[in-house]
């Protein structure tokens, strides 16, 4: 399994890099799988690694109307933390991390994740207060949180406004220092790689346009390759699950579909090492490696599936940026895009068994849902194989918007262009 | 994106503000049917393309108006009103005002 290694970089380094095998089979689809899985993003990819290298679950196959990684997983900020207040949340984003602390390991694949840390700033007494409370209360979890003052601040990321005079001054941050950013990329192909060895069939350029039904039961698809049969089906297609539940005869749900925009500039020396947010509007900032600041702020706020957002959102985050760093106003932007989200009514996931039988949804990530990738899978995996939720994800249910029971971590209510 | 307000004429999206989904219908107050309301609250059609949604002109006539517009492409079909709206459905219902 161990394939990529320092002495097999040697080796194909003399062979004039000629050795190298495909990093996934490009086979036909058989007529019957034990397991479905629509959507080859990163939620699906993994979710098709967790089955069988946790279920043994092997006669699955993962279809992608596009191609592997080409939609919300190849499209983020990057950026990976667990830094909730609600124990739904804390418990299954820690999940979260402990997996990607081993994820490169795990998949014999570099996804370069970086703990460089997330600092998110606080601007008054109130938002303070409220930062503290939350990183008590990830502690008590057994997570990592620090609290930091203007000084340390200014000490940490150099270039920040943390004068009196700035426009929003700065009066502390919560610090998470596990938090950091993983090669986007890399999480899709890592763990496509490593399913497809496990006998995973990837099915790319197979768009599912309906599905099979026997009364209620789901028991397939219809692909543009054909019809598929399987024991269960799974979607986690992210911001098209309005679009694909639709073709189940589902036409309502807890969830609506934004877009949210995205921006890099050109290459600076070493700038920021962490990842920054600002508390006085929203806007989130890191380096790439190559020396880009990766940067995005609020969603477009209206329903859309257009992948690409309008001017004034891009008139505001550039503003933010500026504010907060007044010295990087004259850093040129290279390049921005849009990508649709589910948004969930409440801002927290939906992975759960349902609506229908033989049928299982994940979806609702919000902005959120790059650092889900691996307790996603992993969760969505162990509620498919065993038809019962993992302890973890056993809040995410679909119904709980029916009994009352949601999980707002941002206490505002049924808003979803607000979470 | 243009939004054509039936009182101020074309004006920036920036100066509206977006209020959702007007797809829903509000159970009426007296009801006590659950499910009615946690389908009012929570459930949504999420149309892709003409989609029928809320919006203020808050930054100008401060109107509410009703705008049908593709979600797909950001094209807007009709603005009207919201108000003419509201007094035609209760028209239609046989209700007073
Ligand atoms: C601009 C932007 C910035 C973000 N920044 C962050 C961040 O910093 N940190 C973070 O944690 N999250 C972030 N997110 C959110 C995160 O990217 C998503 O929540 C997450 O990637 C969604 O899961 P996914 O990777 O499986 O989705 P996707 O990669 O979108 O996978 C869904 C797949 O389903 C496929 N599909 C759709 N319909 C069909 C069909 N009918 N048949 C077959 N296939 C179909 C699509 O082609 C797509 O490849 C950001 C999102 C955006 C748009
Ligand atoms: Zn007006």
């Known amino acids: ?419 | 994106m243009l939004i054509t307000c039936p009182c101020c004429g074309p004006r920036d999206v920036s100066e509206f503000t977006y209020q959702g989904d007007a797809n829903r219908t509000r159970p009426d107050p007296a009801s006590t049917d659950q499910a009615a309301w946690n389908a009012y609250v929570y459930d949504r059609v999420n149309t892709a393309g003409a989609h029928r949604e809320y919006w203020q002109h808050s930054g100008g006539c401060r109107s509410h108006l009703i705008v049908v517009r593709s979600t797909l492409t950001h094209r807007i079909d009709s603005v009207r009103f919201a108000r003419d709206a509201a007094d035609g459905a209760r028209r239609r219902s046989g209700g007073a005002a």
């Open chain 1, 1 to 419: 399994m161990r394939e990529y290694s320092a002495l097999a970089l040697l080796k194909n380094a003399f062979s004039g890099n000629r050795d190298w095998k495909p990093a996934w089979r490009k086979p036909d689809p058989k007529p019957h799988y034990d397991v479905v899985i629509v959507g080859g993003g990163g939620h699906g990819l993994a979710t098709a690694y967790y089955l069988a290298s946790e279920h043994g679950i092997t006669n699955v196959a993962v279809m992608e109307k596009g191609w592997l990684g080409g939609g919300n997983v190849g499209r983020n900020t990057t950026i990976v933390r667990s830094n909730y207040l609600l124990p739904a949340n804390t418990g299954f984003y820690e999940h979260s991390m402990k997996l990607w602390e081993n994820l490169s390991h795990e998949l014999n694949y570099n996804v370069m994740f970086s703990q460089r840390g997330i600092l998110n700033l606080a601007h008054t007494p109130g938002q303070a207060d409220d930062y503290i409370r939350r990183g008590n209360a990830m502690r008590h979890e057994g997570i990592d949180a620090v609290w930091m003052n203007p000084a340390e601040i200014a000490r940490k990321v150099p270039g920040l406004d943390v004068s009196a005079k700035a426009r929003f001054p700065i009066v502390g941050g919560l610090m998470q220092p596990r938090a950091g950013t993983a090669r986007h990329d890399a999480v899709a192909w890592g763990y496509a790689r490593a399913a497809d060895r496990r006998g995973v069939d990837m099915l790319e350029n197979c768009e599912v346009t309906g599905f099979l039904r026997d009364g209620d039961r789901i028991t397939g698809v219809m692909t543009t390759r054909g019809e598929i049969r399987a024991r269960k089906v799974a979607v986690a297609v992210a911001g098209s699950t309005g679009r694909v539940m639709k073709l189940a005869g589902i036409d309502r749900l807890p969830i609506e579909s934004h877009v949210l925009q995205a921006f890099v500039s050109e290459s600076l020396k070493p700038a920021i090492d962490t990842v920054v947010t600002f508390g006085g509007g929203h806007l989130y900032v890191s380096q790439s490696d190559k020396g880009g600041l990766v940067f995005g702020g609020d969603i477009d706020g209206y329903n859309s599936y257009a992948q690409r957002g309008n001017l004034p959102v891009v008139e505001e985050v550039m503003s933010e940026m500026a504010a907060l760093f007044p010295g990087w106003a004259g850093v040129r932007l290279l390049r921005s895009w849009g990508g649709i989200m589910d948004m969930s009514m409440d801002g927290s996931p939906i992975i759960t068994a349902g609506p229908l039988p033989g049928l299982y949804l994940n979806t609702g990530w919000c902005y959120g849902g790059f650092k889900a990738t691996p307790a996603s899978g992993s969760c969505f995996a162990h509620t498919i194989a065993r038809d019962a939720p993992h302890p973890l994800n056993a809040a995410f249910t679909l119904e709980r918007f029916h009994r009352g029971a949601v999980i707002d971590e941002k206490g505002q209510g049924a808003t979803p262009r607000l979470h």
